[in-house]
C-alpha cells in the first residue's frame, strides 16, 4: 500500500507510521453521578462514550473500573453494549444462573455502607470506522436489592461513606 501525505499533515495509513498495537487514540467517559435500580432488568449506569476508529482492522480497548453499593445480600451484573449489542459476555450460564460481561457480589457484613470497585476490560473488533458508542449497563441480580452506582446504600453523615466516581476508557489499538 502506498504512503501518502495528506494535505493536513497526516500520513495515510496510520499503519505506515504507527505499528500494530499502537494506541491510535484515547477517549474517556466520566460520571460521579448516582443511580440505582432494584429491577433485574439493565438499566444505563451512566457511562457512556463514542470513538470513530481510524481503520477498520482497529481494535477497541474498552475498559472500566464502576464502583457500585448495595445491601446485604445484593449482587450486581454488568454488561458492556456495542450501540444496542451486549458483547463480551459469558455463554456458561444454564438454568436461573446469569450471562453478564462482569459482576459483583454483596454477601458481606455492613455491606450497606461500603462502595466496591469493580475493574474490567475488553478487546472488541467493530470493523468499521464510524462513530461507535459503547456504554456499561447494570442490573440487580438477586431478590430486587436495590443496588446503587457511585455510592453505598446507607448515607449517614460519618466521614467513611464515600460518594465516588466511575469511569469508561476506549483506546483505539492499530490492526
Known amino acids: ?14 499503519s505506515a507510521v504507527q505499528p500494530t498495537g499502537s494506541i491510535l487514540q484515547v ?8 443511580t440505582s435500580t432494584s429491577s433485574s432488568t439493565y438499566t444505563d449506569t451512566g457511562l457512556s462514550k463514542a470513538i ?11 475498559t472500566c473500573c464502576v464502583v457500585y453499593g448495595g445491601q446485604d445480600d445484593s449482587y450486581i451484573g454488568f454488561k458492556l453494549l456495542r450501540g444496542t449489542t451486549s458483547i ?11 450471562n453478564v460481561a462482569f459482576g ?16 474490567w476490560s475488553y478487546l472488541d473488533s ?12 447494570y442490573a440487580s441480580r438477586w431478590d430486587n436489592n ?15 461513606v464515600f460518594y465516588t466516581t466511575s469511569t469508561l476508557t476506549l483506546m483505539e489499538v492499530a490492526g
Open 1 to 14: 500500500m502506498p504512503i501518502v501525505l495528506n494535505g493536513d499533515g497526516t500520513i495515510t495509513p496510520t
Open 27 to 34: 477517549v474517556q467517559q466520566t460520571t460521579s453521578s448516582t
Open 52 to 62: 470513530t476508529p481510524t481503520s477498520t482492522s482497529s481494535k477497541i480497548l474498552v
Open 88 to 98: 463480551g459476555e459469558s455463554s456458561e450460564a444454564t438454568g436461573n444462573q446469569s
Open 104 to 119: 459483583g457480589s454483596g454477601d458481606r457484613s455492613y455491606m450497606e455502607f461500603m462502595t466496591f470497585p469493580v475493574s
Open 126 to 137: 467493530p470493523n468499521t470506522t464510524s462513530s461507535t458508542t459503547y456504554k456499561i449497563q
Open 146 to 160: 436495590t443496588v446503587y452506582i457511585n455510592r453505598p446504600n446507607q448515607t449517614p453523615d460519618y466521614s467513611h
